[in-house]
């Protein structure tokens, strides 16, 4: 098509008797279009003559498809080289997917159109006789053709189409899906996927773009490896707990041979008063150990929403008074929202004070000037509680192991406080984390997701 560059419109549509022996050839359509977009000429074979003229051509169109046309022809003039684009049209009454390459001529634009659909047609129709949940989807979001193993899928997940007007509904997780997938891929990345999980169920939903306007997908159902991979998780979680209680039975083992020791001694010794601090103490230690441990394992939570002014104004009292009564000079700055924490206070306020505790116990050691800081404020869709002592510190290797259970370097710790703190936040929906430097102090940083209320 070279030589025609530079000719005009006009000159082409002269030579019409060559055009139509061109199209007779190649069953191809031919086209000529003015500066104007106006179609000036058009030849094609004899079977579909009287459908198309020039002045329905843009009627063939969809509407969003004619648009686009438009958009191509005027690249081609602008860009006055051959490139081609495919659309969708319809003709002798039936969608058909057309090809259509281009140049630009010194004012206007020829094209020649080729019926593409009959490929896509064919895998249509494969498609829909495979044993697989598929179906195909335009750019509109309205479901073309689907097998019935598709709307089986539709079925189990209460997600149906309308049959009259069979568009994706956003208001159905799985559509929302499968309208994400077809905003992945496009001409370039014809190919993607992605997974959807709803309560037990899990399938892999693949796509791939048949033409610029059309997107086949089919589903592969995972749902047997999901409940599988959830009953691994189930029984590791099960493990974990037994690991948990073999650790507590261990750690109860040491105060009990104490206490039994020293009721030994004071059977001997016929007084109780030398060891009963002693005894009494390992007690204390054992209760706080069960304590830590069935807090642990407590299930059901009560949680109800707070404005997170009023929850850190709640807990300024104690803080207040523990501070004083460790000579801790205490610094808060509480920020509010209009939105709402959604918690169980009890469980916060527990966190809260464990990491106090901590801190108090860090300075134990210490001779220097005890300061407490608690700083509040809001990250988007979080609220943030930084809780910090300039204390000792931890170096590296403590710092990594921490958040394991029964880690203590103290000769009364637990080693349950963290973990335990970790865990109830997590179980909030937020996170927690420890910064710490060894001789400048420790920083733990709180964040719980804020909701406007009644949402979660
Ligand atoms: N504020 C802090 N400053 C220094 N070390 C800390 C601080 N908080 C925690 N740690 C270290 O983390 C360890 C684990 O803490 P935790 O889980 O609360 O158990 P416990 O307090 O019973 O030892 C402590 O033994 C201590 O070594
Ligand atoms: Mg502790």
Redesign the pocket.
Known sequence: MGDILGMDCHTLIKNEEIMETIVEMSSEWLLVFDENDTLVSLTIPSEEQGTINSKTFFTLFHEHEADRFHVFLRKLSEGKKASSDYFEMTVNNRVQLMHFEGMALSEGVLLKGKKVKEEAGDLIDVLKHIPIPSFTIDVEGRVRSCNHLFIDVLKTLDEPLNPDEPYLNDDYSFHRTISKLADIVNMENRKAAVVFEKEEIRLTIYGHLLSPTLLSVYIKDETVEHRFEQLLTYKQQMESVSQIAAGVAHELRNPLSVIKGFIQLSKLSNSLNKYYETISSEIDRMNLIIEDFLSMSRKKIDKKYVLPSDLMESMLMIFRSECLLHDIDFHFSIRNSRRYLYVNDQMIRQVLL??L???I??YEEEDKDCKFTMLTSTYGDTYSIELQ?Y????PPD?LE??YKPF????D??????????KRIIEEHKGTLD?E?EPGE??K?IITLPLYVEMEP
């Open positions: 464990n990491v505790r901590n801190s116990e860090a002592d204390g000792p510190g931890m403590v192991e921490i880690f203590t370097t103290k009364k710790g637990t080693g349950i406080g963290i973990p335990l703190c420890i710490s102090g420790t733990v």
